[in-house]
């Protein structure tokens, strides 16, 4: 089974770490709307549309030992990788993803092989943006040798054909164009499709459900 050392705080309390994070300006969206979108939530992951908070401007505020999350240099696409087929996201600016899970038990196995045992499990993988939000509430999650790809998310070429590389949750080594500098920082990544990785497993979810309230229906 998967192992999170941080559990999920509150949605009424998540809605404050995303204020406190600026997530609301760069969301376009007041304090005020985040914190309806949080009001009468269960136990579930606030998440902020990618459309408006694009995974490029929020993995610069990951924290890991102090230091601030990066995208990969070969990676300046980031935010065209949205949900690939068979992975639901409600629309509007904000929704929930409920019972998430690291992935642990998968970790060695590629992302081809963990996809179909993923739905066969009645469950959904998450998109990059959901993994971010995660590790912006709980940084624990993230762990040398624990860490975890998130392969709802996929890049689809004019052509049709998805894009061979997959989107991963990992810690620096400080090496090669990382640079010295960014050892042990949150780092957004991909590996290819079909490739094994000891230290990635596949986080995934349960469900996930649209906010109640006029926050659904804001264009």
Request: a neutral charge; glycine letters at 10%.
């Amino acid at each position: 089974m998967s192992l999170v050392l941080d559990a999920l705080p509150t949605p009424t309390a998540q809605a404050e770490r995303l204020v406190a994070l600026g997530v609301h300006d760069v969301a376009g969206l007041s304090p005020t709307e985040l914190r309806d979108a949080a009001a009468g939530a269960g136990d579930a992951l606030l998440v902020v549309s990618p459309e408006l908070a694009p995974v490029s401007a929020l993995a610069p505020l990951l924290r890991y030992r102090g230091r601030p999350g990066f995208v990969v240099p070969d990676m300046t696409d980031v935010d065209d990788f949205g949900p690939r087929d068979g992975v639901p996201v409600p629309d509007g600016p904000a929704y929930l993803v409920e019972d998430l899970q690291r992935g642990d038990d998968m970790a060695n196995w590629s992302p081809d092989e963990a996809l179909p045992a993923i739905t066969a499990a009645g469950r959904t993988p998450l998109t990059l943006a959901e993994g971010v939000h995660w590790l912006l509430q709980c940084p624990g999650v993230l762990e040398r040798n624990r860490c975890f790809m998130t392969i709802g998310s996929r890049l689809r070429r004019p052509s049709g054909a998805l894009d061979a590389r997959t989107p991963a949750l990992w810690i620096s080594n400080g090496t090669g164009r990382d640079g010295r500098e960014r050892r042990d920082a949150p780092k957004v990544g991909w590996c290819w499709a079909g490739n094994r990785h000891t230290w990635l497993g596949f986080a995934s979810a349960r469900r996930r459900v649209p906010v109640a309230g006029p926050l659904t229906s804001r264009n």
